[in-house]
Each structure stands twice: as structure tokens, then as C-alpha cells.
């Protein structure tokens, strides 16, 4: 049934019930109604203050300091009345306020001030003799300067041959290069690779800056590179692949993308950046993968033969993995709690008060306070699949319950029913991360790798071609990948733009890896000065 025709059967003027819903004001219950087409007003203004919420409220979905107190004085969770709880705060130093130090490694260059020859005369006429100094630091910036590397190549012929048939001449071989016959170095391409895929500035706006500094540098140019780079780049891809599906879990998400020129294809149409997540803990690796589909097809392919968790969001694409041997399915409670959040949003904010979606919300928070207390004790894998079976898992059987309860007094079609329907149908997923100390409740790990590629998204806003989608999601994944392995982004490029030449085989790859590359060998001099 459209909005039209529901405005037509629930009220004689559509028009006015249309206006009175999109102010947020409630329409009034008409008794004449049925109680089908009342539930039907109850869905439609709920539906109405979600979207204004999502266009105008507060985009974080953390509570409030404030709410959660108040939350918590209301408290109709536990059966029996709990008794004030004493909280020790420990002692502290306060820390002063002031200018922090800066850092050590950045480069010095000494002024020295003095006073004239003159003035080190005492008035008694002896001769001042200097006791000490004082000294004080500003900071300083040199902005980026473009600079042309000469390649002198020495050349040798024999003189007595000279002018004889076959004489030898021999000239100096030039060092590899990752783009032969180009004209970027490594500095520059990972200079202009971080800005894009670290900084979120599109290759139009590089064109502009450089154009400022006195170079010409199109970005169809740039664009070239980042193709030829990210080929180069592509035994690296397969070596983090094998990485990810080596760890103990995996984490999925996808996100979409405007690629233009995909054959058969309208240029409106959505493609698909599809993130991996895995490996060891201590070592992660982040693949991203352009797509033209959302289908589960991509993600069944890429787990092709994969053993371990498995864990993703709600989205019905992943149901497959409950089918195949070998994988463990976990669900996600970041986007479960996600739709407890909308059904809050979607309260009249006059009339809003502690109902269902806030004890939902409550046992959510006291899931996540047994995860924060053991990250703050620092337990041990062991240790906090103990601290889950104990705490936790009472817990999720009581929220259990309580869901089932509700299920029956809820209107189904509402976003609290739709919410309480969600988790009951997704329990058996969501209950696992209790299974193992390795496992996370939620998908964040993955949502997180996805948010710079969106930051970048909204500047770049599409890809021109397939083949520049594909390179992005390469280029992508080695930054990414060298980030949560804590490696600053354009040292990690340009060390392995400049070794890539080199290397013959797979254990050379595997050296170039954000997980397993020379740390010590990253310090290039003039960092973010010369590119």
C-alpha cells in the first residue's frame, strides 16, 4: 500500500495528516479507526521522526553521560532492588596544563642571540663573562618543494679501438625502477598516493597544488601511476591474502563505490569495495576488494577453503557461511544495538521515556562493561573466555528471555519489533563471541577499515574506470595494512616502491609487508619536505 492511499483510508484529509506527521507532531488516535490502520499511523510517525533524526539529530550513537545516570536509576532489570554500590576512585597526579615538548626526532637549527660588544662592559668597567643560556623552541615548517633527480650515467670506450669494427663501449646501468620509464620517483609517488588514499585529496586538487609550486603534473598523469604502482603491487596482495586466511577470524564488511565505464553498465549504477580483516592478532591484514555485486558470491569465494570465525553483520548475503563446514559464524552487536538506537530516535521527543529500546540498551551496555573491565585488567585470551562464561553468559540468557517476552507484547512492524525480531532471529550468531577469548562482540574492526576509504569517497566521489577502482582497493589495502601495524603510511610506500625492483621471490615479497618489513630500515631524512 503507498502513503497516498494509506493517507486516504486513515484520514479524510491526507493532506493535513501528511503535514502534521513530517512536523513531528502526533496525529491524533481516531477511534472510528481500526486497531490494524492505528498501528499503521504508530509505524508511519516513527518512520518519519528516524529519517529527521538521521537528517538532523546527533550522528554518534553513544549515550549521553547524562541519560545513562538516569537510565540507571530506573532500573528494571534485576528482579530485586540493588543496593548503592561504593565506587573507590583512585588517587591520581593532576597533570598542569601548558605547551606540550616537541618531538625529540624533528630537526634542530640553532639561532643565536647575543648582546653587543658594548654592552658586556660592567659599569664597575669589568668584563661580563657569560654564565649560561636560555633557550626556547618554535616550530617551523618548510613547505613541499619539488626537486629533479639527475641520472649521470658514465660512459667507456677503448681508445685504441677507436674507429675499429665491434669496439666496446660500456655505459653505467640505471638502478631499477618500479616505473621504468616515468618520470616519478618513489618519493614522489607515495607522496601522491598518501595524499589521495591517507589525506582524502583527490588527484584534481594535487594538480592545482603543484601547478603552484611550478610544475605541470595532470592528473590523468597521477591517475597512470597509481594503475602501473598498484600492478606492481599485486604479489604483495596475494601474500596478505594468505595472511588474513591464516588468522583465527575474519571480519567482513562492504561498502559502496560509483565506478564509471563498467561495461554494460550505467554509469549510475553502485559497485561494491569489499573489506577483509584477519591474520594474527598481533599482525593483521586488511584486504580491499572491488566488486560490481553485493552477493554473497564474493565473500564465498574469497573464503574459498578457509577454516575458523567468520564474523560479519546481519546482512543476508552472509547467511551462506551457516552451511559450510569449517566455519564458525559470528554475529555482530554493533549492528544489532544499531536498530534499538532507531527505535529510540523514533520516540516523540515530548512524550520519551525509559520503554523497551532502553532496557535493550541497558543489558547491551552491561555486555560491553564485562568486555571494558577485562581489557582494563589486561586478561589474557584464557582469562576472558572465563570472565564471559561467568559473567556473560548468565547475562545473554536473561536478555534472551526478556526479548522473548517482549516479541509477544510488540507490534511487529514497528522498529522496536523489527529490533527485537532482528536479535531473536540473529541470537545464535551473536551469542558466540563468548565461544573464544579471541573473538570481539562486534563487527567494528572491519567498520572501522572501511571509514577512510568512505572519508576519501566523499571527495573523490567516484572512480573513473574499473581498472582505477582495482587500484585503489591495492593501494588501499598496503596502507591500511601498514597503519594497524603502526607504520607511518608514506615511509611504508616509499621503502617498498624503492626495493620492489629488486625483489626476485616470494621471500622477498613477504619482507616488503607491512608486518614483516625492516622497521629500522622506514627513516628516510627530509620526511615530508622533498617530494
Known amino acids: ?35 490494524e490502520q492505528q498501528v499503521h499511523v504508530h509505524i508511519l510517525e516513527e518512520q518519519v521522526r528516524l529519517l529527521k533524526a538521521k537528517l538532523f539529530g546527533r550522528k554518534s550513537e553513544k549515550s549521553s553521560e547524562a541519560s545513562e545516570e538516569q537510565l540507571q536509576l530506573f532500573d528494571e532489570i534485576e528482579a530485586e532492588p540493588q543496593q548503592p554500590k561504593e565506587v573507590n576512585v583512585p588517587a591520581h597526579k593532576r597533570k598542569r596544563g601548558g605547551r606540550r615538548p616537541l618531538p625529540e626526532d624533528l630537526p634542530r637549527i640553532e639561532e643565536i642571540h647575543d648582546i653587543k660588544e658594548e654592552e658586556k662592559i660592567c659599569a664597575c668597567g669589568s668584563q661580563l663573562s657569560r654564565i649560561g643560556e636560555e633557550v626556547s623552541e618554535k616550530l617551523d615548517i618548510v613547505p613541499a618543494k619539488m626537486q629533479v633527480i639527475r641520472h649521470i650515467r658514465y660512459k667507456y670506450a677503448c681508445k685504441s679501438c677507436d674507429g675499429v669494427e665491434g669496439a666496446v663501449v660500456k655505459t653505467a646501468e640505471l638502478p631499477p625502477q618500479i616505473i621504468p620509464q616515468g618520470i616519478a620517483t618513489p618519493g614522489l609517488l607515495a607522496y601522491i598516493l598518501t595524499s589521495k588514499f591517507v589525506d582524502a585529496l583527490p588527484l584534481y586538487r594535487q594538480e592545482k597544488i603543484y601547478q603552484r609550486i611550478g610544475v605541470e603534473l595532470s592528473r590523468a598523469t597521477m591517475a597512470n601511476w597509481a594503475i602501473q604502482v598498484a600492478q606492481k603491487c599485486m604479489l604483495l596482495i596475494k601474500l596478505l591474502i594468505g595472511e588474513i586466511r591464516s588468522g583465527p577470524v575474519i571480519n567482513i564488511d562492504e561498502t559502496t563505490v560509483q565506478v564509471m565505464k563498467e561495461p554494460g553498465r550505467s554509469d549510475k549504477t553502485k559497485s561494491y569495495m569489499w573489506i577483509f580483516r584477519g591474520g594474527a592478532p598481533e599482525k593483521p591484514a586488511l584486504i580491499y576488494q572491488y566488486h560490481r555485486t553485493r552477493a554473497g558470491d564474493v565473500a564465498r569465494s574469497f573464503l574459498s577453503g578457509y577454516n575458523g570465525y567468520v564474523q560479519t553483520d546481519g546482512y543476508a548475503g552472509y547467511d551462506f557461511l551457516e552451511s559450510i563446514a569449517g566455519i564458525v559464524h559470528v554475529g555482530c552487536w554493533a549492528h544489532a544495538r544499531r536498530k534499538f538506537v532507531e527505535a529510540i530516535e523514533a520516540q516523540p521527543k515530548n512524550k520519551r521515556r525509559r520503554g523497551s529500546g532502553e532496557v535493550a540498551m541497558e543489558y547491551i551496555g552491561r555486555l560491553y562493561g564485562i568486555e571494558k573491565k577485562a581489557n582494563e585488567l589486561g586478561l589474557s585470551e584464557a582469562e576472558l573466555y572465563r570472565i564471559r562464561q561467568d559473567e556473560a553468559k548468565p547475562l545473554l540468557e536473561e536478555f534472551r528471555l526478556w526479548l522473548t517476552e517482549r516479541e509477544r507484547a510488540t507490534p511487529p512492524k514497528g522498529l522496536l519489533g523489527t529490533a527485537i525480531r532482528y536479535k531473536l532471529n540473529q541470537w545464535s550468531k551473536l551469542e ?32 573513473g574506470h574499473p581498472r582505477g577502482a582495482e587500484a585503489s582497493a591495492t593501494l588501499y589495502s598496503l596502507i591500511e595494512t601498514a597503519k594497524v601495524n603502526g607504520l607511518e603510511p608514506y615511509k611504508y610506500l616509499r621503502y617498498i616502491f624503492e626495493r620492489l625492483p629488486y625483489a626476485n621471490n616470494e621471500d622477498d615479497y613477504k619482507c616488503l609487508l607491512p608486518q614483516y618489513v625492516d622497521r629500522d630500515a622506514l627513516d628516510v631524512k627530509s620526511m615530508g619536505v622533498v617530494i
Open 1 to 35: 500500500m503507498s502513503l497516498n492511499q494509506t493517507f486516504n483510508r486513515l484520514e479524510p484529509n491526507a493532506e493535513k495528516f501528511a503535514c502534521s506527521v513530517l512536523k513531528g507532531e502526533r496525529v491524533r488516535e481516531n477511534p472510528d479507526l481500526p486497531d
Open 432 to 463: 558466540r563471541y563468548i565461544e573464544d577469548g579471541r573473538l570481539r562482540p562486534d563487527n567494528n574492526v572491519a567498520e572501522n577499515a572501511i571509514r577512510p576509504f568512505v572519508v576519501g569517497r566523499k571527495n573523490w566521489l567516484f572512480s
